[in-house]
Nanobody
């Protein structure tokens, strides 16, 4: 079955960096675009990045452009979200996602807290 297992995250001071990873299994990874979302307290889930099957990526959230980069490693079936110069407003639960057959699949979520 489709599985997305996330790792990384945690507590970091403002200006710090974190790297999130998501290991995928149960489907032909290279055939699908992958996504990173985040959900901050009291806010709707927000699309942060798309990682295309080609390996290129698009950062959608204006607030993180220039600070976040997204990537994938097709041989390892993983995607990553590198987050630099983190700000308190980046505090959220981050999710990786894939859509297969019209159904969304989600990782378990990873808490990122940016606080001094």
């Amino acid at each position: 079955q489709v599985r997305l297992v996330q790792s990384g995250g945690g507590l970091v001071q403002p200006g710090g960096s974190l790297r999130l990873s998501c290991a995928a299994s149960g489907f032909t990874f290279g055939y699908y675009h992958m996504y990173w979302y985040r959900e901050a307290p009291g806010k709707e889930r927000e699309l942060v990045a798309t990682i295309w099957t080609t390996g290129t990526s698009t950062i959608h959230a204006d607030s993180v452009k220039g600070r976040f980069t997204a990537s994938r490693d097709n041989p390892k079936n993983t995607v990553a979200l590198q987050m630099n110069n983190l700000k308190p407003e980046d505090t959220a639960v981050y999710y990786c996602n894939v859509g297969i057959g019209g159904r969304p699949y989600w990782g378990q979520g990873t808490q990122v807290t940016v606080s001094s």
